[in-house]
Each structure stands twice: as C-alpha cells, then as structure tokens.
C-alpha cells in the first residue's frame, strides 16, 4: 500500500506563496514505489467538486496543470527523498480548499480525479 502524507498548508494573505509537500511510502500491489508513480495535486473546496491541479510524471520529465493555476503553480518531485512538492504562488482567495496528494501508475487518472492513492488533505485558506 502507498501512503501520501500532506504538509504545508496554512493561513495565508491573497498574493502570497506557499509551498505543499507529500511524503510518500510503501508500495503498490505490483511493488511499484513512489518513484514509480505519477504523482499529483487534487483540490476541493467547500459545496464544490473535487478539482485537478497539477500531476507529474513518475521521471518528472513531464508536468501537468489545471487551467485556474496554469502559471501560479508549479509541481516538481525528489524522487531520491520520495517527496513531491507543490509550489503556490500568487495565491487568490478562490484557492482556498482542502488539497490532496495524489498517486496512480497513470498520470490521466490524477487528471480526472480518480486516483488510486490519496493522501489525507491538508488546509489552504487564502484570504482577501
């Protein structure tokens, strides 16, 4: 089984940054580690849907983002400290949700917010 564990997320001014962290564990059915896995950012917010924000690829050779943080957010991953990181700049108050780290052998099922793994979600709340 892989485990996700969330970090990171606070209280923050709208047009600040925060940095989200995942620590990863464990293995899949098929012995996959983290390093072998397409990682990733799932977000909700209160009375809305779950929401795509970024994936990476399991070599970080290729990154992915949702449309509302396309050029505020960047993913990056250390496979070697199996972490990955979620770089939040510019941060807006519709940013404020619940975000979740998220694992699967294919990056299109973090895309659709369907992943196998999840972590257990850690709070932003940017305010106006």
């Known amino acids: 089984q892989v485990q996700l564990v969330e970090s990171g997320g606070g209280l923050v001014q709208a047009g600040d940054s925060l940095r989200l962290s995942c620590a990863a564990s464990g293995r899949d059915a098929s012995g996959r580690t983290f390093n072998s896995l397409a990682t990733g950012w799932i977000r909700q917010a209160p009375g809305k849907e779950r929401e795509f924000v970024a994936a990476i690829t399991w070599s970080g050779n290729g990154s992915l983002y949702g449309e509302s943080v396309k050029g505020r957010f960047t993913i990056s991953r250390e496979n070697a400290k199996n972490t990955v990181i979620l770089q939040m700049n510019s941060l807006i108050p519709e940013d404020t949700a619940v975000y979740f780290c998220?694992?699967?052998?294919?990056?299109?099922?973090?895309?659709?917010?369907?992943?196998?793994?999840w972590g257990q979600g850690t709070q932003v709340t940017v305010s106006s």
């Open positions: 998220a694992a699967d052998r294919n990056t299109l099922q973090i895309m659709a917010v369907v992943p196998e793994y």
